[in-house]
């Protein structure tokens, strides 16, 4: 075989395990379990989750005066909406006597009343009224020792985890568009995702696996900016048409491991916020938010605008393919042309507390 003879049949391996699938039967599978897969002992999996700032839910999905579970970083949540319209996060479980207050419970006023004895709690965890009771016992007029910050931006609410209870080290940041009503609703196309948080991460500076896994004619290149827990990668590259070249631009920024959006410029304008969020230590739920103009400049302008939105996500799909089964690899064996994988670990490195 010549040193240029293709190596691969085809380009895009992962091919056979999406080709039969119908649009119904492939948004099913996005969110499916997979059954039988190893455990997370036997894939690596087993290391500390990183701390930063996480999405819970879409600001749309919790309305005043409503509780609902959540599960996230390997625990039980409860999320509510005050009177006041803030959104408030407690570890779920009822410091009496361990009822979850996701489910039965109800708000009063801005306070949360567990589902069990009515008893009464503050976003931090502090009892405010125990309707049998004479007096509060001491300790339960104290914060809990587990916090959830809590703020909203971007249509999403946001929660801060560290696992050992420092406060935020940085805010969320806003993105204009989101809030813009000459940009739409958000297109939103969600997966689980059986694997670590970290593996997902690295696939964005793994320059090699765009061509074999999502068959790019070239490995991309991109400049990347390193500046403390920011992240910045810039694309910028043209496509042609029958009205001549145009140009355009790939900006993906990710702070810290929860915050990360992608806007897509010149041929078409595009903002996709990825809300990733741990459950479990082998399982991510991702949903990706896109917004765009209602009216793009030009008519070509809106039919890039919708490609965009199908190849980011035929790209995950094809992704998760690798994901669902990977294993972490503490010490990989990397080569030219891998991409900045190792500077990207040293980078990830900071947000691990341990």
Same mark, same amino acid.
């Given at each position: ?22 649009? #119904?039967?492939?948004?099913? /599978? ?11 002992? #036997? ?106 910050? =809590? ?25 204009? #568009?989101?809030?813009?009503?000459? /940009? ?17 991460? #690295? ?6 696996? @765009? ?7 070239? @490995? ?5 900016? /390193? ?39 010149? =041929? ?52 998760? =393919?690798? /994901? ?31």
């Amino acid at each position: 075989m010549a040193d240029d003879a293709p190596r691969f049949a085809s380009p895009v391996a992962v091919a056979a395990a999406l080709a039969d699938m119908t649009p #119904e039967q492939r948004a099913a /599978w996005r969110t499916a379990d997979v059954p039988g897969r190893p455990s997370v002992a #036997e894939r690596n999996l087993d290391i500390s989750f990183p701390f930063g700032w996480f999405p819970a839910l879409l600001s749309s999905e919790l309305a005043a005066g409503e509780v609902k579970p959540l599960r996230y970083f390997g625990r039980d949540l409860v999320v509510w909406r005050g009177e006041d319209g803030v959104a408030r996060m407690l570890d779920a479980h009822c410091r009496h006597l361990g009822a979850h207050m996701g489910y039965g419970g109800r708000v009063a006023g801005n306070l949360l009343e567990c589902p069990f004895h009515a008893w009464r709690w503050d976003g931090e965890g502090v009892v405010h009224d125990i309707p049998y009771a004479q007096t509060l016992p001491p300790r339960l007029q104290k914060p809990c020792e587990t916090q959830w910050p =809590v703020t909203e931006a971007n249509r999403l609410i946001w929660f801060w985890y560290h696992p050992q209870g420092l406060a935020p080290q940085w805010e969320v940041e806003i993105y204009p #568009e989101t809030s813009d009503p000459a /940009w739409t609703d958000y297109e939103i196309f969600e997966w689980r995702v059986f694997g670590s948080l970290q593996n997902m991460a #690295e696939n964005a500076v793994d320059t090699a696996h @765009f061509r074999y896994v999502h068959g790019t004619a070239t @490995f991309p290149t991109s400049e990347m900016i /390193w500046d403390g827990p920011r992240r910045t990668s810039i694309i910028d590259a043209g496509v042609d048409t029958r009205q001549g070249r145009m140009e355009s631009r790939i900006e993906a920024r990710m702070i810290g491991p929860g915050q990360s959006a992608t806007r897509f410029t010149g =041929v078409a304008e595009t903002l996709l916020v990825a809300a990733v969020t741990p459950v479990e230590k082998d399982e991510v739920r991702v949903r990706f938010c896109f917004t765009q103009p209602r009216e793009q400049a030009t008519p070509i302008a809106t039919m890039f605008a919708a490609g965009f939105v199908h190849e980011v996500c035929r790209q995950l799909d094809q992704d998760k =393919v690798i /994901w669902d089964h990977q294993r972490y690899l503490p010490r990989p064996v990397i080569c030219d042309g891998d991409g900045p994988i190792l500077r990207f670990r040293q980078y990830y490195n900071q947000f691990y507390a341990d």
